[in-house]
């Protein structure tokens, strides 16, 4: 499920979920200009995934999706409600504190 | 030479009783037995050098040699295997070693763990040739040979496959002493490895394994740090482990054989949710009112129903709360359910599922709300606050709309949001925002059943309806687009958990909805595939006359055991009666294939024992009568006839 927020075509032309078709051509165009040009700051773009690298065929194709209404509808369900970011929960499964790399080792047994 | 005859064998029947009753022991009786072990050893020992020096010095020197290796040898066999052969990797030497140790009827089977030990400290492709060919020429297979496969894994760094195989010999009814008494030994010493000291515990109480001095002091450690019953004093641990070798290596855990201190509360820090599984209660003062499953520490509580809280320090006057955690508060007049609050002073409030930290409320009421280091008076706060199924330190929602009746479903924290200024929290943010966590952490059955309920909520809210509708028609999407983008986002986020949790072996979370039935029924009728598959290849390799090894034929059965029992545990009683009767067939018939064509009697019965085992789980008549005839069989084995007793 993770691709409807990193693949997500607002998030890939970062703009707004509300934002107009005229808006979002804009910012594509100027986008595709900026990667032509290999401007370090249209490289990566946000999503609450964390950063992802932006290439000119993504924008291209988030512009399609954008174009479709109903791809635009999903697209617009997945941008409007994912939240800011969203940092990694604490791990439960991580090995206890109590582990003791080597142990084995120590006292004759393999591996 | 009889002088020496007799009180040599008197000794040697008197050690073979003291470890066959260590054996017995896991208490301070095995120390007794192991030092008068250790004490009638010296004396053979003694006895037979004697006797050597005695034949060297009237000039028999070729006699005192043959009495030196046959009564000095064996007394030192042991210790010289362990400490010298092993660890120099002697593949043969080691199964000399172990076979002249006395390890009483079939010593070869020790001889083979002791070799397959000594591969796996040095593995080397003739030794595990020379390893496999004396294994083959074992039939049929025994617990020996599973234990020496399991260790040749280990030696190739496969200690996954090695557990597994060592876990299996629970199941055979063959069992030589001394070879359990190995695979205890490398399972304690795994479990303390891997920190698994609660696994180890519950060996120990079930005693599952015949105890080395070594395995002993870690079911010791494992014991007291999980606080069982029958954990050894702290003197008789030490004692423990002044009997078990590699007393350098095992001294820091004697430091930290000690019951987990329960979680001490920092100043003003937070309390944490409790749900009323507390059992430590210290100078607690018991309401005058109902009190159900708390634990409750200096408080005073007048007219108050509680029910599953934990409270520290806390004076609360007439108030109801349920599942709550309160600590360092002063609440007065207030009703709350499920709400964990800490340093806060609450007056005449109403909260329901809210987290409140460091706040001070007068005459509020919050519903679903999360609250930190706010001041609130005279407020009503409905949904306020909220972010699901993360642990967020200063974020705030991005969703701005009103809410009503929120409520956390991952049970996060909000730490350094603002109350009042956080925007409301709608079912649809706190779905994604649950679903992310659950993708980002660690799978966890908990977490799984909050994202399920989440997006089932989401996906079913009017509101979520409403906003789709309202943007269908807003963006000129075809007929049907609202219906349909439903689904798919239903479908896409089932097969994303649906993955998650095929990878981590979970269950389907009970969840009336698209998702939760999505899920329950992708999980069931895939794992059930899975499992009708992995049977029937099985089974189909008897007619395809493609025959293997036996150890191979028990690695395959455990790992179908394996999986049928992850299945079960991940789908429940129902998928586990729906899996039985396919894994009934085809185990029956090959357990019968296995003792009549293979003569393997040993995994025949240990496959009749796990069907009768999961017949009696599911409640099946017929397959119980036929797992108790099966298992009622007299099974030869190396070691004699065993017939166990069923009811």
Same mark, same amino acid.
């Given at each position: 499920?993770?691709?409807?927020?990193?693949?997500?075509?607002?998030?890939?032309?970062?703009?707004?979920?509300?934002?107009?078709?005229?808006?979002?051509?804009?910012?594509?165009?100027?986008?595709?200009?900026?990667?032509?040009?290999?401007?370090?700051?249209?490289?990566?773009?946000?999503?609450?995934?964390?950063?992802? #690298?932006?290439? &000119?065929?993504?924008?291209? /194709? $988030?512009? !399609?999706? *954008? @174009?479709?209404?109903?791809?635009?509808?999903?697209?617009?369900?997945?941008?409007?409600?994912?939240?800011?970011?969203?940092?990694?929960? #604490?791990?439960? &499964?991580?090995?206890?504190? /109590? $582990?003791? !790399?080597? *142990? @084995?080792?120590?006292?004759?047994?393999?591996? | 030479?009889?002088?020496?005859?007799?009180?040599?064998?008197?000794?040697?029947?008197?050690?073979?009783?003291?470890?066959?009753?260590?054996?017995?022991?896991?208490?301070?009786?095995?120390?007794?037995?192991?030092?008068?072990?250790?004490?009638?050893?010296?004396?053979?020992?003694?006895?037979?050098?004697?006797?050597?020096?005695?034949?060297?010095?009237?000039?028999?020197?070729?006699?005192?040699?043959?009495?030196?290796?046959?009564?000095?040898?064996?007394?030192?066999?042991?210790?010289?295997?362990?400490?010298?052969?092993?660890?120099?990797?002697?593949?043969?030497?080691?199964?000399?070693?172990?076979?002249?140790?006395?390890?009483?009827?079939?010593?070869?089977?020790?001889?083979?763990?002791?070799?397959?030990?000594?591969?796996?400290?040095?593995?080397?492709?003739?030794?595990?040739?020379?390893?496999?060919?004396?294994?083959?020429?074992?039939?049929?297979?025994?617990?020996?040979?599973?234990?020496?496969?399991?260790?040749?894994?280990?030696?190739?760094?496969?200690?996954?496959?090695?557990?597994?195989?060592?876990?299996?010999?629970?199941?055979?009814?063959?069992?030589?002493?001394?070879?359990?008494?190995?695979?205890?030994?490398?399972?304690?010493?795994?479990?303390?490895?891997?920190?698994?000291?609660?696994?180890?515990?519950?060996?120990?109480?079930?005693?599952?394994?015949?105890?080395?001095?070594?395995?002993?002091?870690?079911?010791?450690?494992?014991?007291?740090?999980?606080?069982?019953?029958?954990?050894?004093?702290?003197?008789?641990?030490?004692?423990?482990?002044?009997?078990?070798?590699?007393?350098?290596?095992?001294?820091?855990?004697?430091?930290?054989?000690?019951?987990?201190?329960?979680?001490?509360?920092?100043?003003?820090?937070?309390?944490?949710?409790?749900?009323?599984?507390?059992?430590?209660?210290?100078?607690?003062?018991?309401?005058?009112?109902?009190?159900?499953?708390?634990?409750?520490?200096?408080?005073?509580?007048?007219?108050?129903?509680?029910?599953?809280?934990?409270?520290?320090?806390?004076?609360?006057?007439?108030?109801?709360?349920?599942?709550?955690?309160?600590?360092?508060?002063?609440?007065?007049?207030?009703?709350?359910?499920?709400?964990?609050?800490?340093?806060?002073?609450?007056?005449?409030?109403?909260?329901?599922?809210?987290?409140?930290?460091?706040?001070?409320?007068?005459?509020?009421?919050?519903?679903?709300?999360?609250?930190?280091?706010?001041?609130?008076?005279?407020?009503?706060?409905?949904?306020?606050?909220?972010?699901?199924?993360?642990?967020?330190?200063?974020?705030?929602?991005?969703?701005?709309?009103?809410?009503?009746?929120?409520?956390?479903?991952?049970?996060?924290?909000?730490?350094?949001?603002?109350?009042?200024?956080?925007?409301?929290?709608?079912?649809?943010?706190?779905?994604?925002?649950?679903?992310?966590?659950?993708?980002?952490?660690?799978?966890?059955?908990?977490?799984?059943?909050?994202?399920?309920?989440?997006?089932?909520?989401?996906?079913?809210?009017?509101?979520?309806?409403?906003?789709?509708?309202?943007?269908?028609?807003?963006?000129?999407?075809?007929?049907?687009?609202?219906?349909?983008?439903?689904?798919?986002?239903?479908?896409?986020?089932?097969?994303?958990?649906?993955?998650?949790?095929?990878?981590?072996?979970?269950?389907?979370?009970?969840?009336?909805?698209?998702?939760?039935?999505?899920?329950?029924?992708?999980?069931?009728?895939?794992?059930?595939?899975?499992?009708?598959?992995?049977?029937?290849?099985?089974?189909?390799?008897?007619?395809?006359?493609?025959?293997?090894?036996?150890?191979?034929?028990?690695?395959?059965?455990?790992?179908?055991?394996?999986?049928?029992?992850?299945?079960?545990?991940?789908?429940?009683?129902?998928?586990?009666?729906?899996?039985?009767?396919?894994?009934?067939?085809?185990?029956?018939?090959?357990?019968?294939?296995?003792?009549?064509?293979?003569?393997?009697?040993?995994?025949?019965?240990?496959?009749?024992?796990?069907?009768?085992?999961?017949?009696?789980?599911?409640?099946?008549?017929?397959?119980?009568?036929?797992?108790?005839?099966?298992?009622?069989?007299?099974?030869?084995?190396?070691?004699?006839?065993?017939?166990?007793?069923?009811?």
């Amino acid at each position: 499920m993770t691709e409807p927020i990193r693949d997500n075509p607002f998030f890939v032309l970062g703009v707004a979920p509300d934002a107009s078709r005229i808006e979002i051509e804009r910012e594509a165009q100027k986008l595709l200009g900026m990667l032509e040009l290999g401007f370090a700051d249209a490289q990566t773009y946000g999503t609450p995934l964390g950063s992802q #690298p932006r290439t &000119a065929e993504a924008v291209r /194709a $988030a512009v !399609a999706a *954008l @174009r479709d209404p109903y791809r635009r509808l999903v697209a617009e369900l997945w941008a409007r409600h994912a939240p800011k970011a969203v940092p990694a929960a #604490p791990d439960p &499964a991580a090995p206890e504190p /109590a $582990a003791r !790399a080597g *142990l @084995r080792r120590a006292l004759g047994w393999r591996p | 030479m009889f002088g020496f005859a007799l009180p040599y064998w008197a000794l040697w029947w008197l050690h073979r009783k003291a470890i066959d009753a260590r054996r017995r022991e896991r208490s301070w009786r095995y120390l007794w037995w192991s030092s008068l072990a250790g004490v009638l050893a010296s004396g053979m020992i003694v006895l037979g050098a004697s006797a050597a020096l005695l034949c060297w010095r009237i000039g028999v020197w070729w006699l005192g040699l043959v009495f030196a290796a046959w009564l000095v040898l064996p007394n030192v066999a042991g210790l010289a295997v362990r400490h010298a052969l092993v660890p120099l990797g002697a593949v043969r030497l080691a199964f000399y070693g172990g076979y002249f140790s006395r390890p009483g009827p079939d010593a070869e089977a020790f001889g083979l763990c002791c070799a397959a030990w000594a591969f796996s400290h040095r593995p080397t492709g003739d030794g595990e040739a020379w390893l496999a060919r004396r294994r083959t020429a074992r039939v049929p297979l025994g617990d020996a040979e599973v234990a020496m496969t399991a260790l040749i894994a280990a030696g190739r760094g496969d200690a996954d496959t090695a557990r597994q195989l060592l876990r299996s010999l629970e199941l055979l009814v063959e069992a030589h002493p001394a070879v359990r008494e190995l695979v205890g030994e490398w399972l304690a010493v795994d479990a303390a490895e891997r920190g698994a000291w609660g696994e180890l515990a519950a060996d120990a109480v079930a005693a599952r394994w015949p105890a080395t001095p070594l395995s002993l002091f870690l079911e010791g450690v494992a014991t007291r740090r999980a606080a069982t019953a029958g954990a050894p004093s702290r003197l008789e641990l030490r004692a423990r482990w002044l009997l078990a070798p590699h007393r350098r290596a095992t001294r820091p855990l004697i430091a930290e054989a000690r019951p987990p201190a329960p979680p001490r509360r920092a100043p003003g820090a937070g309390a944490g949710a409790g749900a009323g599984a507390g059992a430590n209660a210290g100078d607690a003062a018991d309401p005058a009112g109902s009190t159900a499953g708390s634990t409750a520490t200096g408080s005073a509580a007048a007219g108050s129903a509680t029910t599953g809280s934990a409270t520290t320090g806390s004076a609360t006057t007439g108030s109801a709360a349920t599942g709550s955690t309160a600590t360092g508060s002063t609440t007065t007049g207030s009703a709350a359910t499920g709400s964990t609050a800490t340093g806060s002073t609450t007056t005449g409030s109403t909260a329901t599922g809210s987290t409140t930290t460091g706040s001070t409320a007068t005459g509020s009421t919050a519903t679903g709300s999360a609250t930190t280091g706010s001041a609130t008076i005279g407020s009503a706060a409905t949904g306020s606050a909220n972010l699901a199924g993360s642990a967020a330190n200063g974020s705030v929602n991005p969703v701005g709309s009103a809410a009503t009746g929120s409520a956390n479903p991952a049970g996060s924290a909000v730490t350094g949001s603002t109350a009042g200024s956080e925007p409301a929290a709608e079912p649809l943010p706190r779905a994604v925002a649950a679903h992310l966590a659950f993708c980002a952490g660690a799978p966890s059955a908990d977490r799984l059943a909050d994202t399920v309920r989440a997006w089932d909520a989401a996906l079913a809210d009017p509101s979520t309806h409403t906003w789709l509708a309202r943007r269908a028609i807003a963006l000129d999407a075809p007929a049907g687009a609202v219906d349909r983008a439903l689904r798919e986002v239903a479908g896409a986020i089932t097969d994303e958990l649906a993955r998650v949790a095929d990878g981590s072996r979970l269950g389907a979370p009970a969840s009336l909805g698209p998702v939760g039935e999505g899920l329950a029924r992708r999980l069931r009728h895939g794992r059930l595939d899975a499992l009708e598959q992995g049977f029937t290849r099985w089974e189909q390799r008897r007619h395809d006359g493609a025959v293997r090894s036996s150890i191979d034929e028990w690695r395959e059965f455990i790992a179908l055991r394996a999986a049928y029992t992850d299945a079960a545990a991940g789908g429940g009683g129902e998928l586990r009666r729906l899996a039985f009767p396919h894994a009934f067939s085809t185990g029956s018939h090959m357990a019968a294939w296995l003792w009549n064509t293979r003569q393997e009697y040993v995994l025949s019965h240990a496959i009749s024992k796990w069907l009768l085992a999961e017949a009696l789980a599911v409640g099946d008549a017929e397959a119980i009568e036929l797992g108790y005839r099966n298992c009622s069989l007299r099974v030869p084995t190396r070691l004699g006839d065993v017939q166990e007793e069923h009811p």
